[in-house]
T-cell receptor, first 110, second 115 residues
Framework: GEDVEQSLFLSVREGDSSVINCTYTDSSSTYLYWYKQEPGAGLQLLTYIFSNMDMKQDQRLTVLLNKKDKHLSLRIADTQTGDSAIYFC??????????FGPGTRLSVLP | KAGVTQTPRYLIKTRGQQVTLSCSPISGHRSVSWYQQTPGQGLQFLFEYFSETQRNKGNFPGRFSGRQFSNSRSEMNVSTLELGDSALYLCASNPSTGLGSYEQYFGPGTRLTVT
C-alpha cells in the first residue's frame, strides 16, 4: 500500500532556512501536500503541488518535487519561532484517501 | 467563510460507553472525512462521506461509524469505548465534486480521553 515517510525531528536557528523532506511510494499520486500542526490545533494546509510540477513558491515557502525519486521537500526561508510546529507531508490520488506521513517536528532555536 | 467546526472540543468518557462527535464543514463543501490522530499511529483515515453516502472507509473496527446529513454536517460514533480510542479526532472538509477533490481543510479536532 501507499506509504509516506519523513524524518521525525529538525532543529534550526531563527533566521536560517529549514528544509523538511518527505518520500512517498505511490508513483500515481496526483497531488502532494504540506500541512502544519501547532500544539492543540488541527492541521493547516500550507501548500500543495500537482504532480506534473517540479517547484512551487509561495512567499517564504518553496516546495520541490522530484517525481523520479518520489521525493518532496519544503523549504522555509528565514525561519521564525512561530514556525515551530509539526509538518506533515501527504499524498492524494483521485478516488483514494489522503495518506499522511508521521510528521516532522520543527524546533526553531533563538 | 467560516472554517470547519467540531464539537465538542474536549470529551472524557469511561470504557464501555459510547460517544458521538460532530463536524460542520465549510459552507458549500460536500465531503467530510474523519481521521484519528494518536502519538503512536499518527494520522489514520477513518471514513469519508459525500452526499450522505460513505464513499471510502479506513481499516477500523465496526465500533467506529459515521453518517452525513443533507446539510453536509457529519457525525461519527464510537461504541463500546476502549482505552486505545483516546485520541484527537479530526474532521476534514472538502469541496469535492462526484469525482473527488484535492482540497482538504481540517477542523480543530475533538480530544477524546477514555478512562
Amino acid at each position: 500500500g501507499e506509504d509516506v515517510e519523513q524524518s521525525l525531528f529538525l532543529s534550526v536557528r531563527e533566521g536560517d532556512s529549514s528544509v523538511i523532506n518527505c518520500t512517498y511510494t505511490d508513483s500515481s499520486s496526483t497531488y502532494l501536500y504540506w500541512y502544519k500542526q501547532e500544539p492543540g490545533a488541527g492541521l493547516q494546509l500550507l501548500t500543495y503541488i500537482f504532480s506534473n510540477m517540479d517547484m512551487k513558491q509561495d512567499q517564504r515557502l518553496t516546495v520541490l518535487l522530484n517525481k523520479k525519486d518520489k521525493h518532496l521537500s519544503l523549504r522555509i526561508a528565514d525561519t521564525q519561532t512561530g514556525d515551530s510546529a509539526i509538518y506533515f507531508c501527504a499524498e492524494y490520488n483521485y478516488g483514494q484517501n489522503f495518506v499522511f506521513g508521521p510528521g516532522t517536528r520543527l524546533s526553531v532555536l533563538p | 467563510k467560516a472554517g470547519v467546526t467540531q464539537t465538542p472540543r474536549y470529551l472524557i468518557k469511561t470504557r464501555g460507553q459510547q460517544v458521538t462527535l460532530s463536524c460542520s464543514p465549510i459552507s458549500g463543501h460536500r465531503s467530510v472525512s474523519w481521521y484519528q490522530q494518536t502519538p503512536g499511529q499518527g494520522l489514520q483515515f477513518l471514513f469519508e462521506y459525500f452526499s450522505e453516502t460513505q464513499r471510502n472507509k479506513g481499516n477500523f473496527p465496526g465500533r467506529f461509524s459515521g453518517r452525513q446529513f443533507s446539510n453536509s454536517r457529519s457525525e461519527m460514533n464510537v461504541s463500546t469505548l476502549e482505552l486505545g480510542d483516546s485520541a484527537l479526532y479530526l474532521c476534514a472538509s472538502n469541496p469535492s465534486t462526484g469525482l473527488g477533490s484535492y482540497e482538504q481543510y481540517f477542523g480543530p479536532g475533538t480530544r477524546l480521553t477514555v478512562t
